[in-house]
């Protein structure tokens, strides 16, 4: 499945249903109206004061990976056509979203693939069950997408997925590290390369620390985290 395949409203926003005009499906005024993500984290991307550089818990300890790359803000609008495309199917909203990522950020990744030439994309991978519900893992489709448009290698199949144990949307913060544990395996070697881990929304950064080990133990030399928003503090507790 990819995203060019799924299109209920070709040319009509997929916010107001107003014709846009333009190759997006997403009008000139809904697009300003998203809620970017303008000041945050230099390493995590939580949403901060313009005056910070780093949040508390960055500034405490240094995460696992170098970064993380995002280009909205965890909120209404985008928080429900985040919903809309993972339990209704709502491609076009994850088409738009994905495609104004790359917009928004291709210069950044441009920057680093030009460094060393080593970087590909991985998608998180999802709850068996859960995939099998929706038929479709959304951090896949987000991938291959960027991965077409940024002309990166793209590793659907690099990691895997092992045991269902509580979704994470029912835990408290503390609990979403230790429910991740050693669910995580990286299917081939990964000598000297820059992987970009793809997910749809990072909320504490719980899936992205484990992940990151896992990478580094079979031979990555640098994690860094891309997707489509990231939860403001008051709410990556328990969402």
Known sequence: MAFSSFSLLPGCCVLCRRLTGRKLDLCEACEQDLPWLRHC????????????????????????????????EYR??????????????GLAEGRVLTELLAREQSALLDRLDQADNTMLLAPVPAYP????????????EIA?????????????RLLRRHAQRTAQKQLTRQQRASNLVGIFSCGSGLNGKRVLLVDDVVTTTATLREISQVLYQAGADDVIGIALARTPKENNGTA
């Open 76 to 89: 209404f609008p985008v928080s429900r056509m985040i919903h809309r495309f993972k339990e209704n199917r």
């Open 129 to 140: 069950a859960t995939q099998r519900r929706r038929g479709f893992n959304q951090a896949e």
């Open 41 to 72: 984290c230099r390493y995590c991307s939580l949403p901060l004061p313009s005056a910070e550089t780093l949040c508390q818990e960055c500034q405490l300890k240094s995460p696992p990976f170098s970064g993380v790359i995002a280009a909205f």
């Open 144 to 156: 291959r997408t960027l991965a077409g448009k940024l002309s990166l290698p793209f590793r659907a």
